[in-house]
């Protein structure tokens, strides 16, 4: 059997309880044969379905939840603007480093060309 007709079948069944309906849903032509398994796994959601009550949330829990909610989110905020200072610090910090690493290296390279070469003078004369 499919795996979709399975998912097919199992969200009727959902529907028709969420609706209020009593029942398993309706397989297709000669399924029913071939999923033996679901029709227990069906009753069982329509029991637990009957047993199941809407809750409401405590007035209390929702009232300090609305204020606390504005005050996590402003802290969170101030977190990640805490890390994004600090990692740009940490990057400018590399990059300069770098940069410092690539001047010396420059340096070196040039004065290891220029070692051997004195500066040419020239004479008055010659001018």
Excluded: W
């Excluded at 929702?62 to 802290?75: F, G, T, Y």
């Amino acid at each position: 059997m499919d795996d979709r007709i399975i998912a097919d079948i199992l969200s009727e069944q959902a529907d028709r309880l969420v609706k209020g309906r009593r029942g398993t849903a309706a397989f297709p032509e000669g399924s029913a044969e071939q999923l033996p398994s679901l029709v227990p796994l069906m009753e069982l959601a329509e029991l637990v379905q009957g047993a199941l009550t809407p809750v409401e949330p405590n007035p209390a829990f929702v009232s300090r939840l609305s204020r606390q909610l504005p005050d996590m989110m402003l802290e969170g905020s101030r977190e990640m603007t805490r890390r994004a200072r600090r990692d740009i610090l940490i990057v400018a910090a590399a990059l300069g480093s770098a940069l410092s690493l690539v001047s010396a290296v420059g340096v070196i390279i040039y004065l290891i060309r220029h070692r051997g070469r004195r500066p040419r003078v020239q004479c008055p004369s010659e001018a």
